[in-house]
């Protein structure tokens, strides 16, 4: 079969509306506008069949962290297939780029943190996570602590565990989620959840949430508590500052497991290596992935404490894995992209030079008429276009503003997400300030034609 030119846009579109079903997408909607056909990155810009170029101030989904078209990775990869393509880490065996890789992560992660297992996904991460976290306790005496207690509105994944894990009530609608022992507390969005109390009442109040539902199932039923440390697919969502101080402390009062979800805040996203640094959260395990390999193979890990690895190591074989765990191509990449998160110093590049500056242009957006709140932290960010800025009113669902703006945004060549009507933004971790000031103002352009279609309502 001929494969179109590559700018032959209705050919593509057509092969597309044919046979591919598209992950987290109005199927119906798209099959009847047809897809955008994406086909090269650079840097921060990517490129469609049609030769226009957009800069992506999402990072591909939250991950392309060192940049599109990076040479040393191709390199990395090359090399790897040539030398040898695939082995599995089953039957007493490993690869150097799987060990190599399992070295790295011990020195980029926190203190304490020095063994990891390897998956293909933050889903499976997610996914491991719930099976040690319950073999743990299983193997301290205490089968009994099974449950999870996660957030409404959090996302860890699309598998039946992290979909469970996750508390997105249209994503438990379909396929039968959650399964059983998982439990949801609510998220620390103030913006829109804090009524008339201020960001720190409302803080410490949802915190002690997880108090009250520990309490309610029975302390010696819990095995874990899992979170972001900032909620990325539910809009950005930064806590207040008395919120994680409060939740750290119930944890350590009530013998659960704290893990942190690092797929979106881990590798640099914070100004700090992990979300867990940045907020001091000293976790039980992380879930990575995405910014573990820039997005380029796909691979995931859990990073375990080492009282936690020592315990699953002391009881012999462990029934989980994949064939793909430690994958030597994805763990060649992620060595390499490590590599050069740490030879250019991209963390501290946006902890102290293009995060504040990032931050201080966004924070900017917060005087046009639709904006309610500009936040961000490193180079992650949320800004919520609202109805009534004093009221901190929503628009109607139906108005479908936030839909309006991410269409009029790739039309201004921006891409930008907006979750409702949250628009978020995550952009490379390699972004130049000029690079920050175009994205700005392109946001800015597309708010102002957002808020003209607004007013047509
Ligand atoms: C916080 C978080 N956890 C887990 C996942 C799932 O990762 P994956 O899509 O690689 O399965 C995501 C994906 O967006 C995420 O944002």
């Known amino acids: 079969m001929k494969m179109p030119d590559m700018s032959d846009l209705a050919s593509w579109q057509s092969i597309d509306r044919a046979h591919h079903i598209h992950p987290f997408t109005d199927q119906k909607a798209l099959r009847a506008s047809g897809s955008r056909i994406i086909c090269k990155g650079e840097g921060v810009y990517l490129q469609d069949v049609e030769g226009n170029r957009y800069l992506d101030g999402m990072a591909g989904l939250w991950c392309v962290n060192v940049g599109y078209g990076r040479q040393e990775l191709v390199t990395a990869a090359t090399r790897q297939m040539e030398e040898l393509a695939y082995y599995n880490c089953f039957f007493n065996t490993s690869t150097p780029a799987a060990t190599r890789l399992s070295q790295l992560l011990a020195q980029v992660t926190p203190d304490g943190f020095n063994q990891c297992f390897f998956t293909n996904s933050g889903s499976e991460a997610n996914d491991t996570v719930l099976r040690f976290g319950r073999h743990y306790w299983a193997l301290k005496g205490k089968p009994e602590k099974t449950i999870f207690i996660s957030r409404r509105n959090a996302y860890h994944g699309s598998t039946v565990a992290a979909g469970s894990l996750g508390g997105m009530a249209w994503m438990h609608s379909q396929g039968g989620l959650p399964i059983p022992d998982i439990a949801h507390i609510d998220q620390p969005y103030w913006y829109h959840e804090g009524g008339d109390e201020t960001p720190e009442e409302f803080g410490i109040r949802v915190a002690r949430q997880l108090k009250a539902k520990i309490r309610e ?241």
């Open 217 to 457: 199932l029975g302390p010696d039923r819990v095995a874990a508590f899992i979170a972001e440390p900032i909620q990325g697919s539910g809009g950005v969502i930064i806590p207040p500052s008395t919120y994680w101080p409060e939740i750290k402390r119930i944890c350590a009062e009530n013998e659960i497991l704290f893990i942190a979800d690092e797929v979106i805040c881990g590798f640099g996203r914070t100004g700090k290596w992990f979300g867990s640094e940045f907020y001091d959260l000293k976790p039980d395990m992380m879930s990575m992935a995405k910014g573990l390999s820039s997005g380029y193979v796909p691979i995931g890990a859990v990073m375990m404490s080492d009282e936690v690895a020592d315990t699953l190591v002391a009881n012999g074989f462990l029934s989980h894995g994949f064939t793909y765990s430690g994958h030597p191509l994805a763990c060649a990449v992620a060595v390499r992209n490590i590599e050069i998160m740490l030879n250019e110093r991209l963390v501290e590049r946006v902890e102290s030079d293009i995060g504040p500056y990032f931050q201080e242009k966004w924070a900017s957006l917060k005087n046009h008429a639709l904006v309610g709140e500009a936040r961000s932290i490193g180079l992650i960010a949320g800004l919520e276009m609202v109805k009534d800025k004093s009221r901190r009113e929503k628009f109607p669902t139906t108005a479908r503003v936030g839909l309006f703006f991410r269409e009029a945004a790739f039309r201004n060549g921006l891409v930008l997400r907006a979750i409702g009507d949250t628009v978020v933004a995550s952009p490379p971790l390699v972004i130049t300030h000029a690079e920050v000031d175009e994205l700005i103002e392109k946001l800015g352009r597309t708010l102002d034609e957002t808020e003209r279609y607004v007013r047509t309502l």
